[in-house]
């Protein structure tokens, strides 16, 4: 692979015009395609075999008006009553407008609460939602001004209102590149080389999403699933350009040729950006193995975007790379102290030992032990708030206070009760006569229902609908135990005389069937990923305890973004930075996405760091030598890498939608534990642990110090020259062992 890399990258940079041409064409292309294939994005919930969704299927072939694309109309009088004579007629108006609009098939009859102040009415489209688009939303706005010019409050909740509102960056993706921008300039300390990452970015995110936008004209892809897909593509993205850029300004100062430069950085941090780019990759798609089309179809999305930034980052930076030659560090800032190149004489005079990421390594080397305890248990506390973790249901209660949506939700629980926004949909087939009715006076009975409407009979009575409105909002626990309480119990004794089934439906059904399915499923996709990426790591190593030990600090990161992401949005910690007005159940798909995206990310840094290590290693021999060498020569790119991630995904907190709040902030998190505790303390302290044997292969035999060389003793402390990785008396084996460890 790094013959093919390096030519790659050689080609690139000896025809910079040509690639740079041929990227901004495919990507004006893959921009027109998605427009005019009429690519959207739309929230499809649909939960294939649970029987939530089989209640849905049910009540469609009875119903001919169950599953239509809906919106919910809440008028609220804040002061007086909703019934005055002006009131009401104006009402009337809105009503009327809406009905004369396009594509509204039905207004159902305004439901008035007991106090006489707010009033709902459903709106039902006689279009699919993807046949529908903003300005459905827009329509129904105006058509409220005659009730608002009386005083009302007017406000809408639905899907055609979310497809109206849907989440957007805000800019929020400007302020990450900005404070991108400045991490770079620090660390290079050159307006050109800082700006080469960003530049290759922006033309990735704008690839990736024409992409997905094309794919979203064959498949569902929700509608918050492009902010995801832009916050990972402009995190990996820099990421994977600042590695393949600082390996190309070495390879300069060590004199070689612009395009020998790119394609030897293509070679060996362009090898690295496939394998944890790859393990991104095949980590985000393993998201589709939950058998959640919703899920699945974010998981696609992200990936489409990380695999677009990777193939950016070892085509079109070696172009831009071999046009600037050595202009890329032009425009410096002589203020600054960057990060300097690291020339081949460096590694004969030891030089990364007299660093202070290399004095960090020794000292970590010797006090290995301490460090790897210490860790660990930090660690393991900042993870303990995962073990409260509860997932929940997502709905329009945990939207920002300034959306509509969220509006409409508080009048209708104050006015009506927290049941009313989500009410259970129970499908009755297959019942003798009066069985629909005795499931009903049943339901009445359950102490958490609050209402229950009389049964409605399809026109070839063969089944019936009805309505169950709970005491509590739709993510309240009393909810969920109510609808396994009436598919368990309450409805097989309702119905034990009259047979038939009856089927518990309903958007918090769903949420709850949804939960469970992810529940379930969850730890086979932590197993499919986690030996997905183990895997990987083997292949590009050829080491398997090393690879062993990557995936256990991946789950350590993993565990401490969940039990940040607990603590602030569950306990409560800190809501109000972020905008966030109360506590909230962390939305059921969160975890599944999280953990396939964080693995993915964690395995970057761990596969740079590594194969710095490994290249150290096959040099000296020593691997108290190979881990200063190599966390020196990497901890500044990772420590600027990890910057940059944070800022982008803390960015996006701005994002008015709070599942991306709870994405951003437990991907923010991950990235700063991962980047300080673990690759600058805990790897490299359990490197030195292990010592030789991290490197051992199969088929091998055990792992000795072999020889080391000239260069390597040369820079080792007098005291530790006598002291073997293991910690024992070192006997000088250089005279007598050979180079490799032989095979068996």
């Not at 492009?226 to 990972?232: D, E, R, W, Y």
């Not at 390594?361 to 006090?367: A, E, L």
């Not at 005795?438 to 026109?459: F, I, M, R, Y």
Request: charged share 15%.
């Amino acid at each position: 692979m790094d013959s093919m890399l390096n030519a790659l990258g050689r080609a690139c940079a000896v025809r910079p015009w040509l690639t740079i041409t041929s990227w901004l064409v495919v990507t004006i292309a893959l921009l027109g395609l998605g427009q005019a294939a009429g690519g959207t994005f739309v929230n499809d919930f649909r939960v294939p075999g649970v029987e939530s969704q089989k209640a849905t299927d049910e009540a469609q072939d009875h119903f001919p008006s169950v599953g239509a694309v809906t919106a919910q109309v809440v008028a609220h009088a804040p002061e007086g009553e909703l019934d005055s004579p002006g009131r009401a007629a104006a009402v009337n108006r809105m009503l009327d407008r809406i009905r004369s609009q396009s594509d509204v098939n039905r207004v159902n009859a305004p439901v008035v609460g007991e106090n006489g102040k707010a009033m709902i009415t459903d709106v039902s489209f006689d279009k699919d939602l993807g046949d529908l688009d903003a300005t459905h939303y827009q329509r129904l706005d105006e058509a409220a001004d005659p009730a608002r010019g009386t005083g009302l409050d007017v406000e809408f909740r639905g899907m055609v209102i979310d497809l109206g509102t849907e989440p957007t960056t805000g800019g929020s993706e400007l302020v990450g590149v900005g404070a991108a921008l400045i991490v770079l300039i620090i660390a290079f300390g050159s307006l050109v080389a800082a700006g080469l990452p960003l530049a290759v970015a922006t033309i990735g995110i704008l690839a990736g999403t024409a992409l997905v936008l094309l794919v979203g004209s064959i498949m569902a892809i929700p509608t918050s699933a492009p902010i995801i897909a832009t916050m990972l593509g402009l995190g990996a993205g820099i990421d994977y350009a600042l590695f393949i850029l600082s390996r190309f300004r070495n390879n300069l100062a060590n004199g070689e040729s612009p395009p020998d430069a790119a394609g030897h950085a293509s070679a060996v941090a362009g090898h690295a950006v496939v394998f944890a780019g790859g393990t991104v990759v095949i980590a985000i798609l393993g998201l589709n193995l939950a058998g959640i089309p919703f899920v699945g179809a974010m998981g696609i999305a992200a990936a489409i975007t990380v695999a677009v930034m990777m193939v950016a980052a070892l085509t079109l930076l070696p172009a831009l790379l071999g046009l600037l030659g050595h202009r890329v560090n032009s425009l410096p800032l002589p203020r600054l102290r960057p990060t300097r190149p690291v020339s081949e004489a460096s590694h004969a005079r030891g030089g990364h030992a007299d660093t202070r990421a290399g004095r960090l390594g020794g000292h970590v080397y010797r006090n290995r032990v301490v460090y790897a305890c210490s860790a660990t248990v930090v660690l393991l506390a900042l993870s303990a708030p995962l073990l409260s973790l509860r997932l929940g249901n997502p709905d329009d209660g945990t939207q920002p206070p300034e959306l509509t949506q969220r509006k409409a939700y508080d009048l209708i629980a104050e006015n009506f009760g927290p049941g009313w926004n989500a009410p259970l949909v129970v499908t009755v087939t297959g019942a003798e006569k009066g069985g629909a009715e005795k499931l009903s006076a049943a339901l009445g009975k359950d102490p958490e229902v609050a209402q229950v409407t009389l049964p409605q009979h399809s026109e070839n009575g063969q089944a019936a609908l009805l309505t169950v409105v709970p005491k509590h909002a739709p993510q309240d626990e009393d909810v969920s135990s109510l609808v396994h309480r009436i598919r368990d119990d309450t409805a097989p004794r309702a119905l034990a005389s009259t047979g038939g089934e009856a089927l518990v439906g309903g958007s918090t059904a769903l949420q709850i069937d949804m939960t469970d399915v992810i529940a379930e499923r969850l730890a086979w996709v932590v197993l499919a990923v986690v030996g997905a990426g183990t895997l990987l790591l083997v292949a590009m190593f050829r080491a398997p305890v090393v690879a062993l030990k990557a995936a256990f600090m991946a789950l350590l990161s993993i565990g401490v973004s969940f039990g940040v992401v607990t603590a602030m949005f569950q306990w409560g910690w800190g809501l109000d930075l972020i905008g966030v007005d109360k506590t909230v159940p962390i939305a059921s798909p969160v975890p599944m996405l999280m953990f396939a995206v964080l693995f993915g990310l964690s395995m970057d840094y761990e596969v740079f760091l590594l194969s710095s290590v490994r290249e150290a290693y096959d040099r000296t021999r020593g691997p108290r030598q190979a881990v200063i060498e190599g966390l020196s020569s990497t901890a500044g790119v990772i420590t600027a890498a990890a910057a940059i991630m944070t800022c982008v995904f803390l960015s996006f907190v701005a994002v008015p939608d709070t599942l991306i709040k709870i994405i951003g902030v437990g991907l923010a998190a991950a990235v700063i534990i991962d980047a300080t505790v673990i690759r600058m303390v805990l790897v490299p302290a359990t490197m030195a642990i292990l010592g030789h044997w991290a490197w051992w292969q199969p088929g091998k035999r055990r792992p000795t110090s072999g020889r080391t060389s000239v260069e390597a003793r040369a820079a080792e402390p007098e005291d530790d020259r006598h002291e073997q990785d293991t910690g024992q008396t070192l006997v000088d084996t250089s005279k007598h062992a050979p180079e490799n460890p032989p095979t068996h």
